[in-house]
């Protein structure tokens, strides 16, 4: 396996490749070397059962802080921190192989991924090491930059650099990797369970929100104890039930549920190939129970259905899980354009499509500009906003730096970010969030003995699952016009399950305050 590593004074920051996903890990608090050492030898031991010369440690060093760095005094400072890395792991018996790397303002790019946060998380963040796992996080993105850029290394092996390397070796033997041989190389371990990790809930690749209201929620009808709230029988027991996760990510759900549930199937969809490749370890592990399929789920989700009413030998759909919303590995993922703190215009979920956020602004029309900041973003100066734009392309191509220039002349609510509406509108009209949704509540309105269970994180979305399940309840369909009803008056497909959406508890929030919009509202469909 690969680490990076934040080599500090006071905190180690450390980092690892899990399932080609980048993931920082429990930085480790320096008291002394000596107490240092044995804890990275622990972490090092734990994740890669216990042969921690099987490892490979990237450093970072900071060869470009000034800019007389190829004089003599700036290299002897280089030098001086091989030495103290090449004592500290002498400590360990390390005889793995190490790596440095350039980290050269890494702390900044790691500040910059918690601007989004409120200001006691990014304190927190500073002071108990986050902050150096993230940005040995950085060093390890780096050094998968640099292997994919330069020469491919012969036989799948990587270069045998050590230490006591003097400065003309390593530039004479600078061979590097493709990034499919690196990946080959590093990915093929199984990733620990949540409990096996032991880190913190802001080093996974997405925290699963709400995730014990939704297993309060499918137990209401997979384990029933008082259905009569229902209106409807139910059968006491449900042979090989399936629940649809329409938004996988990176399976927290889906392996909470496979765990919980000892006889229920799951079948995931997304349409980020990351997701997918991430979750290929639970076809290992559930083989009858779990399966993928790569695409939205507004066009996936349909044919299932369909399949499953005409196939009486088909899966028995008896859970529909939807949680609409980015996660944070898209988030944290510069690369991906979600961010505002991203150098890139991007916003796709499924790469492989061709709209995207940069064609957007350099390529709208200002009425449709308007329109997506005024529907999708809810911003109130959406007319200013859109003529600035238009303004601004005219002298260059939009880039993130001039939209989040734009992005500061504008009004919005209190505590929020300017950019933050900007680019949630532009992210629903790359994605067609909202288009999405209503296929998706489409597709299941004809169900039946089936839960829906779905989150949202913005009012734009909630109000569109809010007002289709009131539709669902009502028993009379007969027009507004008519004077008595005439259609039976029995027409409800279902019950809504909560009054108000479940939203997370303050120790939710605590552990991960991106979940603090998120609603959960549940309905389910009679059977009849």
Known sequence: MIFGVDFGLKRIGLATITENIIIPLPPIIRKNRKQASKELQQVLAAYT??????????????????QDFYNETQDSKIDEMKRRVQHFLGLINFKGKVLFIDESYSSQEAEMRLQDRRYKARHDARKNGILDSISASIILERFLEKYQEKITIKNNTLPSLSMQQSKSQNHQQSTFINTKSFFDLFSNHQPPTFHEMKMPMQALPHIPVLLNEVIQTFDMVLNPKNPSFLLSPIKNTILNPTIIDCTLGFGGMSKTLLHYYDNVSIIGIDRDQDSIAYNTYLTQEFPTRFRMQHGSFAQVLPNIIAHSNHNSNAINIRGILADIGVSSYQLDTLSRGFSFHSKTLDMRMDTTQILHADYILNHYSQFKLEQIFKEYGEIRDYKKLSNLIIQARQKSTITSDIINNIALKIHTKSGIHPATLIYQALRIEVNDELGQLHKLLDSCENLKGVLLCIISFHS?????????????????????????????????????????????????LHNNPRARSAKLRAFYFFEK
């Open 49 to 66: 059962s216990g042969n921690i010369s099987s490892a490979t440690l990237v450093f970072g060093i900071p060869l470009h802080a000034t």
């Open 460 to 508: 734009l979305e909630d109000r569109i699952i809010k007002q289709k399940f009131k539709q669902w309840i009502k028993t009379c369909i007969c027009p507004q016009t008519a004077l008595k009803c005439e259609c039976g008056n029995n027409h409800a497909k279902g019950v809504i399950l909560y009054k108000k959406p479940l939203s997370p508890t303050q120790e939710e």
